[in-house]
T-cell receptor, first 111, second 114 residues
């Protein structure tokens, strides 16, 4: 699977949009980009995923560049409850369905 | 609420003992995954089952085993426990385990070895 690179930490002001970058320069054509987050020691929470097109759901938007080498997760209006570790994961056929979690980005939303 | 249920939430036991962790997947999900999260290793994939059959193995120790039953619930058995096995154990499920289908995680079992 392609490896991902994320900044170790980010701060965001409450009510503002949080833009979380992820680099996956070795991604293959059939590999999906997934985003999860983990609040404290709770189970990882699925946020969104995409293959080529931008995606939006009730939680966030996912913007994937045309060359698919990077993506951005957008939390449109960050709240204090969005403070968590955010994981960008590339998932391909050779992963046998598993998710390979890296260190992620620690996002802290401040009042 | 992800719909994935894990029991027990907490487990405290001693070295050398054996424990069983249980997972009930979301209704309709056929695929179950087990992950371990320790302080020094992060979230690591252990094993995957699909409709009762083992599909993939990760860094699962020989002392650990799992199975998925006909009702699709799964159990992770940990034996000859060592201090280093102290960790959070998460179960996740997905519909058919395909790449386009997200995995949904339970709240985990916190295992403490004394």
């Amino acid at each position: 699977d392609a490896k991902t690179t994320q900044p170790p930490s980010m701060d965001c002001a409450e009510g503002r949009a949080a833009n979380l970058p992820c680099n996956h320069s070795t991604i293959s054509g059939n590999e999906y980009v997934y985003w999860y987050r983990q609040i404290h020691s709770q189970g990882p929470q699925y946020i969104i995923h995409g293959l080529k097109n931008n995606e939006t759901n009730e939680m966030a938007s996912l913007i994937i560049t045309e060359d698919r080498k990077s993506s951005t997760l957008i939390l449109p209006h960050a709240t204090l409850r969005d403070t968590a570790v955010y994981y960008c994961i590339v998932r391909g056929t050779d992963s046998w369905g598993k998710l390979q979690f890296g260190a992620g980005t620690q996002v802290v939303v401040t009042p | 609420d992800s719909g994935v249920t894990q029991t027990p939430k907490h487990l405290i036991t001693a070295t050398g003992q054996r424990v069983t962790l249980r997972c009930s997947p979301r209704s309709g999900d056929l695929s179950v995954y087990w992950y371990q999260q320790s302080l020094d290793q992060g979230l690591q994939f252990l094993i995957q089952y699909y409709n009762g059959e083992e599909r993939a193995k990760g860094n699962i120790l020989e002392r650990f085993s799992a199975q998925q039953f006909p009702d699709l619930h799964s159990e992770l058995n940990l034996s000859s426990l060592e201090l280093g096995d102290s960790a959070l154990y998460f179960c996740a499920s997905s519909s058919r385990g395909e790449l386009s289908q997200p995995q949904h995680f339970g709240d985990g079992t916190r295992l403490s070895i004394l």
